[in-house]
Antibody, heavy 119, light 107 residues
């Protein structure tokens, strides 16, 4: 079945970077966009950006430009999000999700990856 | 950015009740509105897309309606597995934005 499998929890130091992965299975990876969403503890959902795995094209929420970098590897059907210059504000759960075929809605979600920034 | 407001942050209802969750946009979004369910274990699922289209596999007790700036999700005949937080999301204009969520609890 269609699945997005995310990498495990990360504990990282302030000022460093982290790369979260999202491996797709059960569908043609390059035919659907992959979205990324942030959720701080006890808070709502915030859209980070989107990548087209087929072309590599990206679109970011202005708020996350310079913070998040989205990439995709077609050979392994895996999308990645790198977060740089980490601070405590980046401590959150990060979800990847597939955008539906006709756009705008997220029809399959990963389980989320918890990133904790602490010294 | 379009701001999405769910004025009710938490809601308590009894099993079998009909529950309505509201969502308001800061400008018209032409029915480009989705609803998601987040369970207490963190799992997120799509319920409704484009205001009223039921996603595959979602029980028919879930329905959506609305237009312009005001939208709602209705759960008829509340069941124990409906305990969750519900989020609306607009896709009329980038950046996509979500409401703050409505946490549904059982009385």
């Amino acid at each position: 079945q269609v699945q997005l499998q995310q990498s495990g929890a990360e504990l990282v130091r302030p000022g460093t970077s982290v790369k979260v992965s999202c491996k797709a299975s059960g569908y043609a990876f390059t035919n659907y966009l992959i979205e990324w969403v942030k959720q701080r503890p006890g808070q709502g959902l915030e859209w980070i950006g989107v990548i087209n795995p087929g072309s590599g094209g990206t679109n970011y929420n202005e708020k996350f430009k310079g913070k998040a970098t989205l990439t995709a590897d077609k050979s392994s059907s895996t999308a990645y999000m790198q977060l740089s210059s980490l601070t405590s504000d980046d401590s959150a759960v990060y979800f990847c999700a597939r955008e539906g075929w006709d756009g705008g809605y997220f029809d399959v979600w990963g389980a989320g990856t918890t990133v904790t920034v602490s010294s | 950015d379009i701001q999405m407001t769910q004025t009710t942050s938490s809601l308590s209802a009894s099993l079998g009740d009909r529950v309505t969750i509201s969502c308001s946009a800061s400008q018209g979004i032409s029915n480009y509105l989705n609803w998601y369910q987040q369970k207490p274990d963190g799992t997120v699922k799509l319920l409704i897309y484009y205001t009223s289209s039921l996603h595959s596999g979602v029980p028919s007790r879930f329905s959506g309606s609305g237009s312009g700036t005001d939208y709602s999700l209705t759960i008829s005949n509340l069941e124990p597995e409906d305990i969750a937080t519900y989020y609306c999301q607009q896709y009329s204009k980038l950046p996509w934005t979500f409401g703050g969520g409505t946490k549904l609890e059982i009385k």
